[in-house]
């Protein structure tokens, strides 16, 4: 009979939808939740239980870890008991405990092509924020700092190969953090502010095509009305709420099915063509 290795048991615990059913909209969560996807795809780490918590009412697994109301957080039972690991609840601090405990899985890149990424898609999100939350009154800022991460996506500095992501084929640590804060740029901008990703932006669309096409992006994806939800919270405006009252009352229809936006305009080839 053949000996089988004792896994690590790992418990994922992330936000869980305004519907109750779908995974929230905390790109944080998707970030790890899309990391340990990546990982235990490679074989270099178990699959995790991933179990979405509402906060105001947590699950008993989650309350007896005592801590904070804050997600996600990571729990890993190892294998061998000896071997201590303390739950985790900053998204920074779980990427770099699984990146400790089971290495690879991710496309390594040079130095160089990290920090031109980094330095490229450092500020979208920070102004998309600011457009969201109605700080900033247009979207010039934010189409400035979208063109940039096209510009970058577009040179030729560096060999990303066929797969499209922001340093080579396959994604790396960077693409976990980005590509979930770029899809709810996506999403909420032309759902709260009528902003789209201009379709000339044919890289940054290729990029997105890119994680659309990864299957641990889009079973860590938060569903459109989910992301809207989430960001009309946070504008807080009397509109915003009553908007946010309304799309509640729909999702929570019988006839409501999560939609996902995952198709890209024809110019920014390879395509997926919506019906």
Not at 20 to 37: D, F, T
Not at 129 to 152: D, I, M, P, W, Y
Not at 223 to 235: A, K, Q, R, S, Y
Not at 243 to 252: A, E, F, H, W
Request: hydrophobic share 35%; glycine share 6%.
């Amino acid at each position: 009979m053949m000996n089988v290795e004792p896994e690590d048991e790992i418990v994922l615990f992330v936000k869980l939808g305004y519907d109750g059913q779908s995974l929230g909209a905390c790109h944080q969560s998707q970030r790890v939740h899309m990391l340990s996807r990546l990982k235990a795809s490679a074989k270099v780490m178990p699959f995790p239980r991933v179990v979405p918590v509402n906060t105001a009412k947590p699950p008993k697994e989650f309350t007896e870890l005592d801590m904070r109301l804050r997600l996600p957080v990571l729990h890993v039972t190892p294998a061998a008991m000896e071997d201590g690991f303390d739950p985790l609840d900053s998204s920074d601090d779980i990427v770099v405990a699984l990146e400790g405990r089971y290495p690879g899985g991710l496309c390594t890149s040079n130095s160089q092509c990290e920090a031109e990424a980094d330095q490229a898609s450092r500020d979208f999100f920070s102004k998309f924020c600011f457009l969201v939350r109605g700080v900033a009154k247009e979207s010039s800022h934010l189409e400035t700092e979208l063109q940039t991460l096209n510009n970058f996506l577009e040179s030729s500095s560096c060999e990303r190969g066929e797969g499209g992501f922001l340093c080579g084929s396959y994604p790396s640590l960077l693409d976990c953090e980005i590509l979930p804060k770029l899809h709810q740029v996506r999403v909420a901008a032309q759902a709260l502010k009528g902003f789209s990703i201009p379709p000339h932006f044919s890289s940054l669309w290729r990029y997105l095509h890119a994680a659309y096409s990864c299957t641990a992006f889009t079973e860590s994806c938060p569903p459109d009305h989910e992301i809207i939800l989430h960001w009309l919270e946070h504008c807080g405006t009397p509109e915003a709420m009553k908007q946010s009252r309304k799309l509640l009352s729909q999702i929570g229809s019988e006839r409501h099915q999560p939609s996902y936006s995952f198709s890209i305009p024809a110019k920014a080839t390879p395509v997926v063509i919506d019906d």
